[in-house]
């Protein structure tokens, strides 16, 4: 196999390693589909427009005159290249991966060198044919040629290479009688033939160069479109990869890609699964790995090795890369050179000694598999640099159990070689095993990497054209789990293998924001601490290589997504919420100089630093204003939106309260709006319910807002509707209305246009704020509105109201493989209905199901979720997919649970799944991701508010509850019920906890 390529295949071993290769042989007249540049099916991509720039996030602190559009193809690359829509990255005028913005394309950079997508290496030992090497690559391109369908290349093609070629100092030619010398040279750089769209064992016969190859087979499904609504799109890529040994395909991995979209931000999520196909007819032989024994030396990541164990597995290594190149047009020149910097959490490497902690909520707990440990090596060559991620419960550099993740970061050039006016950025979630910044001109833009490779996060030539990005993960399939400890003390050493590793990338496009900050002021915030010393710094697009730069910092706005999506706002910090959301406002034809706020300054909600009784003349002060997840105050003067820091500051006056300074006298012609929230005491300002609820919902939310109430003292304001009722004029509903009439299709921007999206009021008076405020929502998407606003962001998604389907779909959940894999069957012994490419919990007892009487209901299911929307408004929703089960999650949100008094006290049992500690080596093991339990909640934990406050998971933003009507006894003696009800799902955003066999 390719020598240049492979990971394994070294000099010392390579005649072992050529004498078990099996010579191909193509099959005669082969049916391909036909394929050419630029002639692929326009059904093998999609485009998705963001409308961000269409929509009403007035308060959000960062621009919003622009969206985001996105591409991509059916093999996972971010780029949809067919002719007349070109698009990757889209944002204003740039376009990272299909570069420029628009369907034309400068000549230096044409499609052809459009590199974006994915690589993977695997190595195994096969049980007849000895060590095996199958890589495959997806990048759009090859630089010579781009699209069409799979290609394999292989050494018996005549004609590839040429008459001779010297690579690495091997010399040969592509002849028959000469193809061990030739089998060296097989790389995604060469030619190959058309595989079958449907036969991965059918070739065709003519060599093309493309940009998908692979020296074994693969095939690729078609796009799956899960979600479509007005503000998200979930979509889903499959490949196939195939070893091709004596005319037979031998399926490797399953991967399988999530695409996750949330239209009115910046940034696209991947969820990238990569899973061991069923080996029951192809036994993989054991081989060799050793695992070196590691001694952490101090907080920088740097490390020694000591003489570790070899051990010898049935699986394969792999190597998964996502790789690309990044084009940002100059500011003001015509070139594409731009500066880039990689943080990343690993170091002990000669291009990388520094440790850059980007901590996260999604630790080790939220995984089925991690990396390797570093320096991990078959058959003698050290593959990782970095590992194990996400990091165990002793994390060699810190004694807190935590996760951390990777960011490179682009930014584009001025003619003076000074920051431009655009920043992108890749992170990679867990922190990776290898990276390199400069893969495209150093040829690594085909290979995986090795430890020993080059792992560059700067170059000394920036700003140049085209920064390669490879973020690698290196890690071990097993049919079944293993723990390997080479010293027998967890310490991070360890080496696991399991079915399945999810790796989760985001890329993005933002303005530069250049504000005045001091370098090592201001660090990135961890999940639950602001300002923790020691993380990277945050609050200018800055990189150190820049004329006029400070130092290597983070664009405020990529932190905020990067927090957006890595340290969210979550169920327990909905539980233990401690602030309060007032609305100041004035009718204009006025100018001011100050706003008294009237309350007390020491409760005003803000960062003050310095303790001077001013609030906004730091950088640290300043940048709080613009972080995600905080409840910072808004100034608004005629719609636009001041910035704390430029316009004003919050100072303290002589009667102790908070005073609103503004930098300049503020003309008001229409209104002055300022919302701001105090310490004093935590509540959620409103409760809402549908308008065209049955009554159930509204018993529900009683109990939910005495759940509440009953923990910490987190009390509710005011009840509310969604929708206007005609029936009673005057009761408060949230939603704006934009028709002329009172129905559903009203409260969208225009029904008739097909443009359903809804907003959230301003505010109600001018002291009670909407907008911003936090939000209590019960019942279901089809009988509240403002349940169904909030909807689309959440992990589960109910995609009757948009996508037509009575279901939930779980866009996080480790059982959306698309593979045909039914949901494992729980609790009951009834499966939970699902398709095969995506898992969902179905609505079928009923049309309407909010009226089934629970006689008539054996099983039901309901969610409570938590979700902070970009102007800073926080949704918290309880509702089931019936009436019934709306509910019992109510009731069980509140009330006490006791499964030994369940007649006599308690009306609910109570029970969660939880992971087992089979091996006693702690959660670091993988054995305790595959069996369940169900416990009742132990501790003082008497409902799931209480729970949500004390126990559950950071990260966790939504839970799942399967709710059980038919359990023995369940019937009480005046004949009302007593369900058993399941915490079957906890999801974050990106992961879950547990996971379910995948």
């Not at 067919?82 to 950079?109: M, T």
């Not at 807002?705 to 987190?714: L, S």
């Not at 408004?873 to 999650?889: I, L």
């Amino acid at each position: 196999m390719a020598e240049k390529h492979s990971k394994i295949i070294l000099a010392t071993f390579l005649a072992t390693i050529l004498l078990l290769q099996t010579a191909y042989m193509l099959p005669v007249n082969a049916q391909v589909e036909p394929s050419s540049a630029n002639s692929d099916p326009s059904t093998w991509y999609t485009t998705v427009a963001g409308n961000l720039d269409t929509d009403t996030y007035d308060l959000y602190p960062y621009e919003h005159d622009e969206s985001l559009t996105i591409g991509f193809s059916r093999f996972g690359e971010m780029i949809n290249s067919i002719n007349s829509v070109r698009i990757g990255l889209e944002y204003r005028n740039q376009d990272p991966f299909a570069p420029a913005a628009g369907s034309s394309f400068p000549s230096d950079i044409p499609p052809s060198s459009w590199l974006q997508g994915w690589l993977i290496n695997i190595t195994y030992n096969h049980p007849t044919a000895g060590i095996r090497n199958v890589w495959a690559t997806a990048q759009h391109a090859d630089t010579v040629d781009l699209a069409r369908n799979w290609l394999r290349v292989d050494d018996d093609y005549q004609d590839l290479y040429g008459a001779t070629v010297s690579v690495n100092g091997i010399t040969g030619s592509n002849n028959p009688s000469l193809t061990d010398d030739a089998e060296k040279l097989e790389d995604p750089a060469d030619k190959g033939v058309l595989i079958d769209v449907n036969d991965p064992t059918s070739f065709g016969t003519t060599p093309f160069n493309g940009g998908r190859k692979t020296n074994g087979t693969a095939t690729t499904g078609p796009i799956e479109v899960l979600y479509d609504g007005p503000r998200r799109f979930v979509g889903v890529t499959h490949t196939t990869v195939y070893d091709y040994v004596d005319g037979d395909a031998k399926g490797l991995v399953d991967i399988v890609f999530t695409i996750d979209f949330n239209k009115v931000t910046k940034e696209v999520n991947v969820l990238k699964d990569i899973k061991m196909v069923d080996q029951a007819k192809f036994t993989i032989a054991p081989i060799e790995i050793t695992i070196p024994d590691l001694e952490y030396r101090d907080e920088s990541g740097q490390y020694d090795i000591f003489e570790g164990v070899t051990e010898e597995i049935e699986g394969m290594i792999v190597s998964f890369s996502n790789r690309g190149e990044f084009d940002l047009k100059a500011a003001d020149a015509s070139d594409f050179k731009s500066f880039v910097h990689f943080y990343t959490y690993g170091a002990n490497h000669t291009n990388d000694a520094d440790n850059d902690r980007l901590p996260t909520v999604y630790d080790n707990r939220y995984t089925w598999l991690r990396t390797m440990p570093p320096q991990t090596s078959v058959q003698g060559t050290p593959l990782s640099s970095w590992g194990s991620e996400p990091a165990g419960p002793d994390n060699p550099t810190d004694d807190i159990i935590y996760g951390t993740y990777d960011v490179a970061q682009i930014i584009s050039r001025t003619s003076s070689n000074g920051l431009g006016n655009t920043v992108a950025w890749a992170a990679f979630w867990p922190s990776l095993s290898d990276w390199d910044v400069d893969g495209g001109r150093t040829g690594y833009w085909w290979q995986s990497l090795e430890a020993s490779n080059p792992h560059r996060i700067d170059v000394t030539d920036e700003p140049f054209r085209s920064p390669y990005i490879i973020g690698e993960w290196d890690f071990v399939l097993t049919d079944e789990a293993i723990f390997i400890d080479p010293d027998g003390n967890p310490d991070g050493d360890e080496l696991e293998g399991d079915r399945m590793f999810r790796g989760v990338s985001q890329y993005g496009v933002v303005d530069r924001h250049d504000e005045l900050v001091e370098g090592g002021d201001f660090p990135l915030m961890m999940c639950d601490d602001i300002g923790v010393e020691g993380n990277v710094m945050y609050g200018r697009g800055d990189d150190s290589d820049a004329v006029g730069s400070l130092d290597n910092i983070l664009d405020p706005e990529v932190a905020y997504y990067l927090k957006m999506k890595f340290c969210p706002w979550d169920l327990t910090d909905a539980a233990n919420k401690s602030t309060q959301r007032h609305l100041y406002q004035l009718d204009g034809r006025i100018t001011v100089s100050s706003v008294d706020l009237g309350v007390d300054f020491t409760d005003f909600q803000g960062t003050d630093v310095n303790a001077n009784d001013i609030i906004g003349d730091t950088t640290e002060e300043a940048e709080e204003w613009r972080a995600y997840s905080t409840f910072a105050e808004r100034v608004l003067v005629d719609g636009e939106l001041l910035e704390r820091g430029v316009d004003y500051t919050i100072e303290e006056d002589s009667d102790d309260s908070a005073l609103i300074v503004f930098t300049s006298p503020v003309r008001v012609d229409d209104e002055l709006v300022i919302y701001y929230s105090v310490n004093s005491e935590g509540s959620y300002e409103w409760t809402a319910v549908g308008r065209d609820s049955n009554v159930v919902d509204s018993a529900a939310a009683s109990m939910v807002t005495a759940g509440f109430n009953a923990i910490n003292d987190v009390s509710t304001l005011w009840a509310a509707l969604d929708m206007k009722d005609t029936e009673h004029q005057t009761p408060v509903f949230l939603m704006e209305r934009f028709g002329n009439g009172d129905t559903r299709g009203d409260y969208h921007y225009d029904h008739a246009g097909d443009d359903h999206r809804s907003a959230l009021k301003k505010y109600w008076s001018t002291t009670i704020p909407i907008a911003s405020s936090n939000i209590i929502s019960v019942g279901g998407p089809g009988a509240n509105l403002v349940t169904e606003y909030f909807n689309e962001f959440m992990p589960a998604i109910y995609r009757g109201s948009f996508f037509g389907v009575a279901d939930l779909l779980l866009v996080p959940s480790w059982d959306a493989l698309g593979s045909g894999n039914e949901k494992p069957e729980r609790l009951t012994g009834q499966a939970i209905t699902d398709n095969t490419d995506s898992v969902k919990y179905n609505i079928t007892d009923s049309t309407d199901p909010k009226i089934i009487p629970v006689e008539d209901q054996d099983y039901g299911w309901a969610v409570i979720s938590t979700y902070k929307d970009i102007n800073g408004t926080v949704g918290f929703n309880v509702w089931g997919a019936t009436g019934n089960d709306s509910f019992w999650a109510a009731q069980v949100f509140q009330n006490g649970l006791n499964e030994e008094v369940l007649y006599k006290k308690s009306p609910i049992t109570l029970y969660k799944i939880i992971a087992v500690d089979n091996d006693d080596n702690g959660p670091s093991s993988n054995d305790d991701l595959i069996e369940y339990d169900l416990i009742t909640l132990g501790g003082d934990e008497n409902s799931i508010a209480e729970w949500l406050m004390d126990e559950e998971e950071e990260g966790v933003t939504t839970i799942i509850l399967w709710i059980d009507y038919t359990d023995e006894g369940s019937i009480s003696r005046d004949g009302g019920y007593h369900p058993k009800i399941t915490i079957v799902e906890e999801l974050g955003i990106i992961s879950e906890i547990p996971q379910h066999d995948p």
